[in-house]
């Protein structure tokens, strides 16, 4: 699908209070039929995943230490570090996925959102890997991850279309690691070339769309059709423009085209809205797990049960 060109000057930030903000953005949501979210990494560290500052250096110290705060100043960029050896790229990447993957629970901000659609078909659009928002409790057939999974790993070159559960395996690395490398006994190999493999993360041309990523994504297609004549609202979550043509400039897109569609832009910084939707459009920068919660207030979302049954 082609994405048209936005230019800057097409967008603004909205002049109006905050209050009336949760009014209109709720009023969205309670006349819609139909609820795609699509959600980026501002989303998960509005949520408490983020990636630098103390969460980063607690957690990862030892790998501070042996490299250097230069090459890994927060896990973002660490994730880039040329490792020596096998040994120290699994090393690291177990820890990173114990870290945002497999030990945090569902997070409040995700419990709200799991919540305040209920009632709603909906289906969730994400650039996230971290599993949040199937823990939070959407079906996992409502969930496209385009960019992977921290739980799964991949044949380093994508020989073959398969991806394989990592978790038990990054645990027992946990508790082998020593100084920040792993036996040489648990490098995973490929079954079947025989060659190293790698997170399954979308950062190559070898990134592997295996049978689940090709289903999720004909679910979504699936969805948009259904929603092309209903009432929908477009709830994006901290989507900036690092990947903006897979979730931003879409929605936007679809906005222009479908006059009956409604858009909630919720981002600390970039929570400008373009101004040929401006009167079908919130677009709001404030803390997002804040605003999540005014929402289910303003839509007589019981938030404390949410957080107590989990």
Partial sequence: ????MVYANDYFFQDIPYEEQIRLAAKMIKASDMVLIGAGAGASA???LTYSGKRFTVNFSEFIEKYGFANMPDMYAAGFYPF???EAKWGYWS???MINRFLPPALPLYQMLYQMVQGKEHFVLTTNVDHQFQKA?????NIFATQGDYGMIQCEKGCHA???DAEELFRQMEQARHDCVIPSYM???CPVCGGNMAMHLRCDQYFVEDKHWHEAAARYEAFLERMADQKTVLLELGVGFNTPAIIRFPFEKMMREYHHFSLIRLNLKEAFIPKSVKERAVGINMDMEQV???LCKKLNVEVMKINEAK
Avoid: V
Wanted: proline residues 11%; glycine residues 8%.
């Fill in 187 to 189: 490098i995973p190999k």
């Fill in 46 to 48: 509005a949520a408490g």
């Fill in 84 to 86: 020596p050896t096998e």
């Fill in 137 to 141: 409790g959407f079906a996992d057939e």
């Fill in 292 to 294: 999540i919660a005014h």
């Fill in 1 to 4: 699908m082609k994405i048209p």
């Fill in 95 to 97: 820890k990173h996925s």
């Fill in 162 to 164: 398969k991806t394989y």
